[in-house]
């Protein structure tokens, strides 16, 4: 039977997502305030092997590339503020807030300070959703932290809303949920 032929075949759709940070210490970040959000990419680095007339090549390491974020920038919860917070959270210390001498004055930005213990970034999601809003697929981004934040600029000749760019880079991610192939099931489909 053709896919169009069946009702209860349903195309996963551009707008039907949510995006969720667990963020500690009050700085909230809405779903509702979530505009765009690329989803995660991978790629696998190669290394050529030349012999002879010939050049052959073997997959290396997978790397993963940074997502993108916009939000719209509220005035509560302030979005820049809460940038702000996050990024003292994640265990940056302005200039004129150093104090020489005291432990907490060496302190630097560090992967722990984004996690559970500082701003709170360690669990992020993407979730999917079908037509009745239940979840069919849901990308959990592990150790993220945000690589950039672009609080765009200000203009007399517009009246868009003001936005939030935000990039964020994380270790690796694993999608859960959804009909998919298992282990078990994928089979070589040769062998040399």
């Given at each position: 039977?053709?896919?169009?032929?069946?009702?209860?075949t349903e195309p996963?759709?551009?707008?039907?997502?949510?995006?969720?940070?667990?963020?500690?210490?009050?700085?909230?970040?809405?779903?509702?305030?979530?505009?765009?959000?690329?989803?995660?990419?991978?790629?696998?680095?190669?290394?050529?092997?030349?012999?002879?007339?010939?050049?052959?090549?073997?997959?290396?390491?997978?790397?993963?590339?940074?997502?993108?974020?916009?939000?719209?920038?509220?005035?509560?919860?302030?979005?820049?503020?809460?940038?702000?917070?996050?990024?003292?959270?994640?265990?940056?210390?302005?200039?004129?807030?150093?104090?020489?001498?005291?432990?907490?004055?060496?302190?630097?930005?560090?992967?722990?300070?984004?996690?559970?213990?500082?701003?709170?970034?360690g669990g992020v999601?993407?979730?999917?959703?079908?037509?009745?809003?239940?979840?069919?697929?849901?990308?959990?981004l592990y150790n993220?932290?945000?690589?950039?934040?672009?609080?765009?600029?200000?203009?007399?000749?517009?009246?868009?809303?003001?936005?939030?760019?935000?990039?964020?880079?994380?270790?690796?991610?694993?999608?859960?949920?959804?009909?998919?192939?298992?282990?078990?099931?994928?089979?070589?489909?040769?062998?040399?």
């Open positions: 039977m053709a896919f169009w032929a069946n009702p209860g996963k759709r551009i707008y039907r997502w949510v995006m969720r940070f667990n963020i500690n210490n009050n700085n909230q970040l809405d779903e509702w305030l979530i505009k765009s959000v690329s989803r995660p990419t991978w790629n696998i680095s190669e290394t050529p092997h030349s012999f002879i007339n010939h050049t052959f090549y073997y997959p290396g390491r997978v790397e993963y590339e940074p997502i993108n974020v916009q939000l719209v920038d509220a005035i509560s919860p302030n979005a820049g503020v809460n940038m702000q917070n996050l990024l003292a959270l994640s265990g940056y210390v302005t200039p004129d807030n150093v104090q020489f001498g005291q432990p907490d004055g060496y302190r630097t930005i560090s992967k722990a300070g984004w996690g559970a213990e500082g701003a709170g970034l999601e993407i979730v999917q959703m079908d037509p009745e809003g239940q979840s069919i697929e849901t990308w959990k993220t932290w945000i690589l950039s934040c672009n609080l765009n600029e200000l203009n007399y000749e517009s009246d868009d809303l003001l936005n939030v760019d935000l990039s964020l880079r994380y270790d690796y991610f694993k999608i859960e949920g959804g009909p998919g192939l298992s282990r078990s099931d994928i089979e070589p489909t040769f062998r040399a």
